[in-house]
């Protein structure tokens, strides 16, 4: 080697060591400023512009927050049999739920252990071997891969199997989480033990499932479903028959009036209040409460009769409905004949995605027990509604104009929403 070529490789090593050093310390800055942006943030005030547009916090919010809590996946009824399966994607993440051939529900990346492809590429259906679309790698229900052609001589396929996700199942409900070390689900399976056994949650089937683009950052979506200060504006169809846009003293008489009714229904009156994201440390949080409808709704369907047929064991409508809260991304209305299921979730910093399922129980035949377009209704208007401010907010807060404003006594929850984000970022930065 000549002197010239010892003197460049010495001088390129010096500048590789300035570059990376440089890089440490902008990334360090950047760690800085979102420290410094996360305590500037005024508790009971919206999040800064940057909380929506930063991706450096979307990162940070991808890895913390999106990969390390648990998301609703379905109902295990949608995935009855062997080689049944689904795919659900949040963000850059997607994950195939299958049920193997010993009937137990696994989940896995559905990331080619060869180059990289989606190994999947329908939503839902039926199999029994998942074949790589790239160049025919397969992997069987239990994500091994049982063929790979022209592989070397020393190649071991036991090697490559698809990585498995964590997936849990609290009563018919299935989760994943995108992380090896999920939050525990335990305190949910016992506390909500009581009302999901009332609601009969095991034996409800999905009766519709839509899927909701929302052009805005994943946090603007979830900030409006915690409140119903909008409610009133947004929602004349909603606002008829909740009750959460009342005032304390009003709310209580038409709570009254439930409360007298319930156990003569067969619904216990239970109520679980919900912390945080993270009920205890290490756990998912989770929460249970029911609320009146006003007088003359059953239900939440247009003209307040029954869309479905009366679930678990009840006798009767109480005329209300009660709220489900589990973890971070997932949130459910249960009215006495049906169930919604509302889950969010990111697909880029600026794009995030509402999934519903309505659940009624399942021995109810649609066209004879109940109708889809009748039992969708009220939330299927509600949320384009939805969508149409939630953008409206997203443009506005993209703008030079827009500085944080202050919460009314009716946002609490996004208020604890904000709260729980920025203390699970602030520990990271
Ligand atoms: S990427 Fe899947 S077989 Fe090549
Ligand atoms: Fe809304």
């Given at each position: 080697?000549?002197q ?17 050093r ?17 305590s ?16 450096d916090?979307?990162?940070?919010e ?19 049999n062997?080689?049944?399966f689904?795919?659900i994607?949040v ?33 839902e259906?039926?199999?029994?071997k ?9 992997y ?5 891969l049982?063929a790979a ?11 490559f199997?698809?990585h498995?996700?964590?997936?849990d ?14 939050p525990?689900w ?14 009969d ?8 499932e ?9 946090k ?10 909008h409610?009133a ?13 009342l ?20 619904i ?8 945080d994201?993270k009920?205890r440390?290490?756990e ?17 369907s ?9 679930l678990?064991n ?16 997932t ?6 004949d049906?169930v919604?299921?509302?889950v ?8 995030s ?6 659940l ?6 649609e066209?004879?027990?109940?109708n889809k ?7 299927d208007v ?8 939630i953008v409206?907010n ?9 500085v944080?404003?202050?919460f ?8 604890v ?8 970022l602030?520990?990271?930065v």
């Amino acid at each position: 080697m000549s002197q010239y070529e010892i003197k460049s490789i010495s001088s390129i090593e010096r500048r590789v060591k300035i570059v990376t050093r440089n890089n440490e310390r902008s990334i360090m800055n950047q760690k800085l400023d979102i420290k410094e942006l996360i305590s500037a943030q005024k508790p009971g005030w919206s999040l800064d512009q940057r909380f929506y547009t930063d991706p450096d916090i979307y990162q940070l919010e991808l890895d913390h927050i999106i990969s390390q809590n648990w998301i609703f996946a379905g109902h295990e009824s949608q995935i009855p049999n062997a080689g049944d399966f689904r795919v659900i994607n949040v963000a850059n993440e997607s994950a195939i739920i299958v049920r193997n051939k010993d009937g137990k529900l696994k989940a896995f990346a559905n990331v080619c252990r060869h180059r990289g492809s989606l190994v999947c590429l329908e939503s839902e259906g039926s199999t029994n071997k998942f074949s790589c679309p790239y160049h025919g790698w397969v992997y069987n229900l239990d994500g091994e891969l049982t063929a790979a052609r022209n592989m070397p001589n020393d190649f071991d396929k036991s090697d490559f199997s698809l990585h498995k996700l964590s997936i849990d199942i609290i009563y018919g409900l299935v989760f994943v989480c995108f992380s090896d070390s999920p939050p525990s689900w335990d305190g949910a399976k016992r506390d909500l033990k009581e009302p999901m056994e009332m609601f009969d949650f095991e034996n409800l089937k999905v009766a519709a499932e839509i899927t909701y683009p929302i052009e805005a950052n994943w946090k603007l979506s979830i900030e409006n479903y915690q409140e119903c200060y909008h409610c009133a504006t947004a929602h004349p169809e909603y606002a008829k028959m909740h009750t959460l846009m009342l005032d304390d003293t009003k709310r209580d008489r038409v709570q009254e009036h439930m409360l007298e009714r319930m156990e003569s229904c067969g619904i216990k009156n239970i109520e679980i209040d919900f912390i945080d994201m993270k009920a205890r440390e290490g756990e998912q949080g989770y929460g249970y409460s029911r609320t009146a409808l006003f007088k003359g709704y059953k239900t939440g369907s247009k003209d307040g009769e029954a869309v479905a047929p009366l679930l678990g064991n009840f006798k009767d409508y109480d005329g209300g409905a009660s709220d489900f809260s589990f973890g971070a991304f997932t949130f459910m209305l249960a009215y006495s004949d049906h169930v919604v299921v509302y889950v969010f979730t990111p697909v880029d910093i600026g794009n995030s995605e509402c999934k519903i399922y309505w659940l009624v129980r399942n021995d109810a035949e649609e066209g004879q027990d109940y109708n889809k377009d009748d039992l969708v209704w009220l939330w299927d208007v509600t949320t384009h509604a939805d969508k149409t401010i939630i953008v409206n907010n997203r443009k506005g807060v993209e703008s030079k104009y827009y500085v944080p404003g202050p919460f009314s006594g009716m946002e609490d929850a996004e208020s604890v929403y904000i709260q729980w984000i920025l203390k699970e970022l602030a520990a990271r930065v």
